[in-house]
């Protein structure tokens, strides 16, 4: 009796146990943080809003989500330590409460050739195992099913001690993969069109070879000339046919040049090898340009695309091989996967349906596992990736998103919506950085960030339920419920741009009209073929300017000056001012601080702990040499220019003795997509996702063309924001360029002159233009899913 009373009387006090319900942070710091301090609940759905540029991604991503990883790794050995990244602890004096956090960010997927949607979600190797062990004939193990291994075999002698003697015996060893001999298992062959690889009218030390990088009098030229194997005063089509064989084809072999032993090899090679090998994504332009011009990708002959040996595709389930598998729309696979009853592969069966069910549910069935996945957008990449944790048993976990409503449809936002709280729902603690209204309304817990951006932003203007937002009085209160209205009228187009017959990806023989001289919106749900629409069948031109959603790549020495190409004439302009030479105000070349070479921090490796950075103490971060610092230009040195945010130096470059043009017009490009905040040295690896999608926006700006193609601007802009968005395309489209954009942002299509929606739906239920007139006829129609959204955003 007694044991039963204690029992009720402890149930009835909180256990000590059950106190930790929230996530405290004090005193954050990083990035333009500002003393930040406040409490998240656990096993909430808190989204964090504010400005682009605000501190949002500082707080949940560089300081929580940073911090609680870290300490995930320092579980590990220190052996094992050594071969993970290695981050330093946030700049906060507090954190408290922090659980497991899961990372789902919209950095794009793998972009190598040989990444698919199938490799990077484990769909294929569970496939694999699959046909390997149900397949007819039996071609041999899950290896021989993979287009990243290839068939290998060798014999020889091995030696063996064996009872104090030696003997030789007889090895052999094979290996039966799955990778096409010919494409090497990209899938594509590539033809090399030579009249853009030299000019066979003139001679090597003419500068016959046209391939960037060969040009002048630089290594590779002296190579060539140089090797003894070529006449270097000969005109190239005057080569003898060994010669040209020599030129073009040859082997690796050794030569000497000027007495340095060096390395010869044929130019065709050279080519694939040091730029066709590479991701097109990762190039140089310059160097991407040349690979469109000189270089066309066919579908290779031998695997007709597939990646696979002709052994592979021979093996079939039901007259399905894997290729056919791969090549599937994901909702038809699950259905084909359902219908399989095998009792032998039981477990199998049952994590591919899994996963194949969690694409349809997350709005991706739309896509085929062969799809590489350097081609997805930056939502798609950021929702495959959220399959891993759809039908995972852990709970207690924080998972923390990255705008997951990027490149989704209005009606694709509300499944979204359901994934969210599904996982909150499971005992999580969710954290989500996010814009739209949309994700806003279904937040327990909001935290606004500003009031403004970069310096002017970095303080909690507003922590608490969403009903008290909107009273607040924040920047994102007051726009909370903005609604664009659709305009009384619009303009007139001057021109037309005919498509005729777009098949590409699942476009269904498409002719539409694209007017010129206007705002023309392309809308429709995730994967109706907006994109192959536009990208596809807008010849990319003299005239077209294409902005896409590929990322900036910088680090650390990469600054919007660099970027956009502002430091050049800033450079010029001190050069000539002081009669010296331009590379000195460069911190990348002769002008760089000697001691820390132009980086501003000197850097301490540590092994498998955090490496330190301290500012350089010769510089105090200012990254040039003290030499360099005496030259003034309108009475600041180069490390104050670089200093200065845009807007100020917008006009220090405008009149005086400072003017200069060319920097001014970059400036004001800058200015005009609201960077006017940002300075001209920041880092590039500092700014958020929605300053880089407009930094690139505003480098574009730049570039002569009549058409601009600009694929989902919006991308991580706060609703304020949009606003300037919009009224910058009024002027792109004033100034008489025709602006065609890929948007799902209802402000943008209620703005639009004209609009043109794909549908009904996603993949092969997608690919046909389902309306094509202006917003107030769109509205009045609700004739489709967009239509259906757009009126109720508008309220008509």
């Given at each position: 009796?007694?044991?039963?009373?204690?029992?009720?009387?402890?149930?009835?006090?909180?256990?000590?146990?059950?106190?930790?319900?929230?996530?405290?942070?004090?005193?954050?710091?990083?990035?333009?943080?500002?003393d930040?301090?406040?409490?998240?609940?656990?096993?909430?759905?808190?989204?964090f809003?504010?400005?682009?540029?605000?501190?949002?991604?500082?707080?949940?991503?560089?300081?929580?989500?940073?911090?609680?990883?870290?300490?995930?790794?320092?579980?590990?050995?220190?052996?094992?330590?050594?071969?993970?990244?290695?981050?330093?602890?946030?700049?906060?004096?507090?954190?408290?409460?922090?659980?497991?956090?899961?990372?789902?960010?919209?950095q794009?997927?793998?972009?190598?050739?040989?990444?698919?949607?199938?490799?990077?979600?484990?769909?294929?190797?569970?496939?694999?195992?699959?046909?390997?062990?149900?397949?007819?004939?039996?071609?041999?193990?899950?290896?021989?099913?993979?287009?990243?291994?290839?068939?290998?075999?060798?014999?020889?002698?091995?030696?063996?001690?064996?009872?104090?003697?030696?003997?030789?015996?007889?090895?052999?060893?094979?290996?039966?993969?799955?990778?096409?001999?010919?494409?090497?298992?990209?899938?594509?062959?590539?033809?090399?069109?030579?009249?853009?690889?030299?000019?066979?009218?003139?001679?090597?030390?003419?500068?016959?070879?046209?391939?960037?990088?060969?040009?002048?009098?630089?290594?590779?030229?002296?190579?060539?000339?140089?090797?003894?194997?070529?006449?270097?005063?000969?005109?190239?089509?005057?080569?003898?046919?060994?010669?040209?064989?020599?030129?073009?084809?040859?082997?690796?072999?050794?030569?000497?040049v000027?007495?340095?032993?060096?390395?010869?090899?044929?130019?065709?090679?050279?080519?694939?090898?040091?730029?066709?090998?590479?991701?097109?994504?990762?190039?140089?332009?310059?160097?991407?340009?040349?690979?469109?011009?000189?270089?066309?990708?066919?579908?290779?002959?031998?695997?007709?695309?597939?990646?696979?040996?002709a052994?592979?595709r021979?093996?079939?389930?039901?007259?399905?091989?894997?290729?056919?598998?791969?090549?599937?729309?994901?909702?038809?696979?699950?259905?084909?996967?359902?219908?399989?009853?095998?009792?032998?592969?039981?477990?199998?069966?049952?994590?591919?349906?899994?996963?194949?069910?969690?694409?349809?549910?997350?709005?991706?069935g739309?896509?085929?596992?062969?799809?590489?996945?350097?081609?997805?957008?930056?939502?798609?990449?950021?929702?495959?990736?959220?399959?891993?944790?759809?039908?995972?048993?852990?709970?207690?976990?924080?998972?923390?998103?990255?705008?997951?409503?990027t490149?989704?449809?209005?009606?694709?936002?509300?499944?979204?919506?359901?994934?969210?709280?599904?996982?909150?729902?499971?005992?999580?603690?969710?954290?989500?950085?996010?814009?739209?209204?949309?994700?806003?309304?279904?937040?327990?817990?909001?935290v606004?960030?500003?009031?403004?951006?970069?310096?002017?932003?970095?303080?909690v203007?507003?922590?608490?339920?969403?009903?008290?937002?909107?009273?607040?009085?924040?920047?994102?209160?007051?726009?909370?419920?903005?609604?664009?209205?659709?305009?009384?009228?619009?303009?007139?187009?001057?021109?037309k741009?005919?498509?005729?017959?777009a098949?590409?990806?699942?476009?269904?023989?498409?002719?539409v009209?694209?007017?010129l001289?206007?705002?023309?919106?392309?809308?429709?749900?995730?994967?109706?073929?907006k994109?192959?629409?536009v990208?596809?069948?807008?010849?990319?031109?003299?005239?077209?300017?294409?902005?896409?959603?590929?990322?900036?790549?910088?680090?650390?020495?990469?600054?919007?000056?660099?970027?956009?190409?502002?430091?050049?004439?800033?450079?010029?302009?001190?050069?000539?001012?002081?009669?010296?030479?331009?590379?000195?105000?460069?911190?990348?070349?002769?002008?760089?601080?000697?001691?820390?070479?132009?980086?501003?921090?000197?850097?301490?490796?540590?092994a498998?702990?955090?490496?330190?950075?301290?500012?350089?103490?010769?510089?105090?971060?200012?990254?040039?040499?003290?030499?360099?610092?005496?030259?003034?230009?309108?009475?600041?040195?180069?490390?104050?220019?670089?200093?200065?945010?845009?807007?100020?130096?917008?006009?220090?470059?405008?009149?005086?003795?400072?003017?200069?043009?060319?920097?001014?017009?970059?400036?004001?490009?800058?200015?005009?997509?609201?960077?006017g905040?940002?300075?001209?040295?920041?880092p590039?690896?500092?700014?958020?996702?929605?300053?880089?999608?407009?930094?690139?926006?505003?480098?574009?700006?730049?570039?002569?063309?009549?058409?601009?193609v600009?694929?989902?601007?919006?991308?991580?802009?706060?609703?304020?924001?949009?606003?300037?968005l919009?009224?910058?395309?009024?002027?792109?489209?004033?100034?008489?360029?025709?602006?065609?954009?890929?948007?799902?942002?209802?402000?943008?299509?209620?703005?639009?002159?004209?609009?043109?929606?794909?549908?009904?739906?996603?993949?092969?239920?997608?690919?046909?233009?389902?309306?094509?007139?202006?917003?107030?006829?769109?509205?009045?129609?609700?004739?489709?899913?967009?239509?259906?959204?757009?009126?109720?955003?508008?309220?008509?």
């Amino acid at each position: 009796m007694s044991t039963a009373r204690s029992t009720g009387a402890q149930a009835s006090e909180p256990h000590a146990a059950d106190s930790h319900d929230l996530i405290r942070v004090h005193g954050a710091r990083e990035n333009n943080l500002k003393d930040v301090s406040i409490e998240i609940p656990k096993r909430r759905l808190t989204v964090f809003t504010g400005v682009s540029g605000s501190g949002k991604s500082s707080l949940v991503f560089d300081t929580v989500a940073a911090e609680s990883q870290r300490l995930i790794n320092e579980t590990y050995s220190a052996f094992v330590q050594g071969f993970m990244p290695s981050v330093a602890r946030p700049d906060v004096d507090v954190l408290d409460g922090l659980t497991t956090a899961i990372i789902v960010d919209q950095q794009r997927m793998g972009a190598d050739p040989r990444s698919t949607v199938g490799t990077a979600t484990d769909t294929n190797a569970m496939l694999r195992i699959l046909f390997s062990r149900l397949g007819q004939p039996h071609i041999g193990s899950a290896k021989a099913f993979s287009f990243n291994v290839a068939s290998i075999s060798g014999a020889g002698a091995v030696t063996v001690e064996r009872a104090g003697k030696t003997v030789k015996e007889k090895r052999s060893f094979s290996v039966t993969g799955g990778m096409c001999p010919r494409c090497e298992g990209r899938g594509s062959v590539s033809d090399i069109d030579l009249t853009q690889l030299y000019d066979d009218s003139k001679s090597l030390s003419e500068g016959a070879i046209t391939v960037p990088g060969f040009t002048g009098d630089g290594w590779m030229t002296r190579i060539y000339a140089g090797s003894g194997f070529l006449d270097p005063d000969k005109p190239i089509r005057d080569y003898s046919e060994q010669e040209l064989q020599d030129f073009l084809h040859r082997e690796p072999t050794k030569v000497k040049v000027n007495g340095i032993n060096l390395t010869y090899e044929g130019l065709i090679p050279k080519v694939q090898k040091s730029m066709l090998a590479k991701d097109r994504e990762a190039m140089q332009p310059h160097v991407r340009a040349f690979v469109d011009r000189a270089v066309t990708f066919t579908a290779c002959p031998d695997c007709g695309g597939t990646r696979l040996t002709a052994a592979a595709r021979s093996s079939k389930i039901g007259g399905i091989s894997i290729a056919d598998a791969c090549a599937m729309q994901i909702s038809d696979l699950a259905e084909w996967v359902r219908g399989l009853d095998e009792p032998s592969v039981a477990p199998l069966l049952a994590a591919l349906r899994q996963t194949l069910d969690s694409f349809v549910e997350i709005g991706l069935g739309y896509l085929s596992l062969e799809r590489p996945a350097g081609t997805l957008s930056g939502g798609e990449a950021q929702r495959v990736k959220m399959i891993r944790h759809l039908g995972s048993s852990l709970t207690d976990v924080t998972y923390v998103f990255d705008e997951p409503s990027t490149g989704l449809h209005p009606h694709d936002i509300q499944r979204m919506n359901g994934l969210l709280l599904q996982l909150r729902d499971k005992g999580n603690t969710v954290l989500v950085v996010e814009h739209k209204p949309e994700v806003i309304a279904i937040a327990d817990h909001v935290v606004d960030l500003g009031p403004g951006a970069g310096s002017a932003g970095g303080t909690v203007c507003y922590e608490g339920p969403l009903t008290g937002l909107r009273a607040a009085g924040t920047v994102t209160g007051r726009h909370l419920d903005d609604r664009a209205a659709v305009k009384p009228t619009v303009r007139t187009a001057t021109g037309k741009l005919p498509i005729r017959g777009a098949t590409a990806h699942n476009l269904r023989d498409v002719d539409v009209d694209v007017p010129l001289g206007v705002l023309v919106v392309v809308t429709g749900v995730a994967g109706s073929g907006k994109s192959s629409l536009v990208h596809g069948s807008v010849p990319p031109g003299e005239d077209v300017v294409s902005v896409d959603q590929s990322p900036i790549r910088g680090s650390r020495r990469s600054n919007p000056a660099t970027y956009t190409g502002l430091l050049e004439p800033i450079r010029k302009a001190f050069a000539k001012a002081n009669g010296v030479k331009p590379a000195l105000f460069s911190p990348n070349s002769e002008g760089a601080c000697p001691t820390c070479n132009g980086a501003g921090v000197v850097y301490t490796d540590l092994a498998m702990m955090a490496g330190v950075a301290t500012t350089c103490e010769d510089c105090e971060g200012r990254r040039f040499d003290a030499s360099v610092l005496e030259y003034r230009f309108g009475g600041k040195d180069i490390s104050e220019v670089l200093a200065m945010p845009v807007t100020e130096a917008e006009a220090f470059f405008a009149a005086g003795e400072a003017r200069t043009p060319a920097a001014h017009r970059i400036l004001t490009r800058l200015a005009d997509v609201g960077l006017g905040y940002i300075s001209l040295g920041q880092p590039l690896t500092t700014l958020s996702g929605g300053e880089r999608q407009r930094l690139k926006l505003a480098t574009h700006m730049g570039d002569k063309g009549g058409i601009y193609v600009l694929d989902e601007p919006t991308t991580g802009l706060h609703l304020a924001d949009v606003e300037q968005l919009l009224g910058l395309l009024d002027r792109l489209v004033e100034s008489g360029k025709s602006v065609i954009v890929v948007e799902h942002h209802q402000a943008v299509m209620a703005h639009a002159d004209w609009i043109i929606d794909l549908g009904p739906g996603a993949g092969h239920d997608g690919g046909r233009i389902v309306f094509e007139g202006t917003p107030a006829e769109l509205v009045a129609a609700r004739s489709t899913l967009t239509a259906e959204h757009l009126a109720a955003y508008v309220g008509a």
